[in-house]
């Protein structure tokens, strides 16, 4: 039970270090469905960095590709006023086919050694503590005040004298850092890039925030539901169940399906900041 509940835990670390960037995000009313390309924009640079100068700088190459992507998010939708979930869209994809374009220059045949790779036990650990990190940061400092605001009535707050735009840019940093860390969290853990390394795991992100209606422990409790189910996949794959043998495709499935299920029953229970979107 102990060794499942640390695999637990390591699967879904890397999920709630991308909730807790969606949360900053999506609170102050910016909507991200950009998480999956951060994540994977940072697993490659990462990748990339941390063997040929080391943990650290491959962890700040991350945080730093993933932010600049997410300032980029602001400029499209706050400047520009592009609409959320185009910009989001087009992350995802210039993620997806820079990092395996520049795959084959940069990470073929590179394997991070453990002193390559950032101390993951204390990432996990720091892992549990940020939804309650989070939690006090948007409840008990000025600027959560401000950054809930933004997300729930920008024109009042404007009114108040505080810019949203402004707030707003401050989360979306806070999105890059979180997602920075998540990417680089999963390449260690796998050693090297490979394409589509997240997997979906931004999407799940995702999820996980609507599942916990935007607030950051519910969402980090439905994170850790989501690590059970890949626990459940990683451990029972290649088992049978009453002498049968189940496909290992069926519970590889069963991470998304569970998403699937939850959010057909929770969408529309769960309310979104009612700024959510607006300018």
């Known amino acids: 039970m102990l060794a499942f509940l640390m695999l637990v835990v390591t699967v879904s670390a890397p999920l ?6 969606g949360y900053a995000s999506e609170r102050s009313g910016v909507i991200n469905i950009g998480l999956e390309g951060k ?10 960095i941390s063997p040929r100068m080391g943990a650290i700088p491959g962890l700040l190459a991350a ?3 993933a932010t600049v992507l997410s300032i980029i998010h602001w400029v499209l939708t706050q400047k520009f006023r592009m609409d959320s979930i185009i910009s989001g869209m087009a992350i995802n994809l210039f993620a997806a086919g820079s990092s395996s374009f520049l795959k084959f220059q940069f990470t ?3 394997i991070m050694r453990d002193d390559q790779k950032i101390p993951l036990n204390i990432f996990y650990i720091a892992a549990l503590l940020a939804p309650l990190a989070l939690y006090w940061v948007a409840n008990r400092t000025r600027f959560g005040v401000r950054l809930r605001s933004s997300g729930s009535d920008p024109d009042r707050t404007r009114m108040a004298g505080i810019n949203p735009e402004r707030v707003r840019f401050l989360s979306l940093l806070l999105t890059g850092l979180g997602c920075g ?6 390449a260690s853990e796998t050693n090297q890039f490979s394409d589509n390394m997240t997997a979906g795991r931004g999407f799940i992100a995702l999820a996980a925030l609507i599942l916990g209606g935007w607030r950051p422990i519910q969402s980090g409790l439905a ?4 690590g059970a189910a890949t626990a459940v996949q990683i451990k029972m794959t290649g088992q049978t169940v009453g002498g049968i043998e189940i496909p290992s495709e069926a519970w590889k499935s069963l991470p998304y399906l569970v998403t699937i299920i939850a959010l057909s029953g929770f969408v529309g229970k769960s309310k979104a900041p009612s700024g959510l979107g607006k300018l």
Do not use: E, K, P, R
Not at 16 to 21: N, Q, R
Not at 181 to 186: E, P, S, T, V, W
């Open 16 to 21: 709630i270090y991308a909730t807790m960037a």
């Open 39 to 48: 994540m994977l924009f940072a697993c490659f640079l990462c990748a990339a």
């Open 63 to 65: 945080i730093i590709g």
């Open 108 to 110: 073929t045949g590179q």
């Open 181 to 186: 860390i998540a990417g680089a969290l999963l």
């Open 223 to 226: 994170c850790l539901a989501f």
